[in-house]
């Protein structure tokens, strides 16, 4: 059984910065593909950011402002946010699959286990 635990959210200023982490546990880490989404008050759960076969892909909107990383020696990934801005704000999930995602990695059906969820809000 794989968990994943989110930490890392809080309020922050407009042009702030967070960084969250993922630490996973239950199964080998290594060979796993990682990933983070996000989900606002009334909207769906949306694609951020992935390690993928050792390359990162960012969505459009945090492109150059969030970076992701992961530390296969302590299972966690991370995801540095800055100049983060207020429609940032929703709780941020990490995702993982052994191997590779099921499907395109930006669809929230392709990934097999999900943290709880870690709320970041920004204010103006």
């Known amino acids: 059984q794989v968990q994943l635990v989110e930490s890392g959210g809080g309020l922050v200023q407009a042009g702030g910065s967070l960084r969250l982490s993922c630490a996973a546990s239950?199964?080998?880490?290594?060979?796993?593909?990682m990933g983070w989404f996000r989900q606002a008050p009334g909207k769906e759960r949306e694609f951020v950011a992935v390690?993928?076969?050792?390359?990162?892909v960012y969505a459009d909107s945090v492109k150059g402002r969030f970076t992701i990383s992961r530390d296969n020696e302590k299972n966690t990934i991370y995801l540095q946010m800055n100049s983060l801005k207020p429609e940032d704000t929703a709780v941020y999930y990490c995702?993982?699959?052994?191997?590779?995602?099921?499907?395109?990695?930006?669809?929230?059906?392709?990934?097999?286990?999900w943290g709880l969820g870690t709320q970041v809000t920004v204010s103006s």
């Open positions: 239950g199964r080998t880490f290594s060979t796993s593909t």
């Open positions: 390690i993928i076969i050792g390359n990162t």
């Open positions: 995702a993982l699959s052994f191997g590779l995602p099921s499907g395109p990695y930006h669809r929230t059906s392709s990934w097999r286990y």
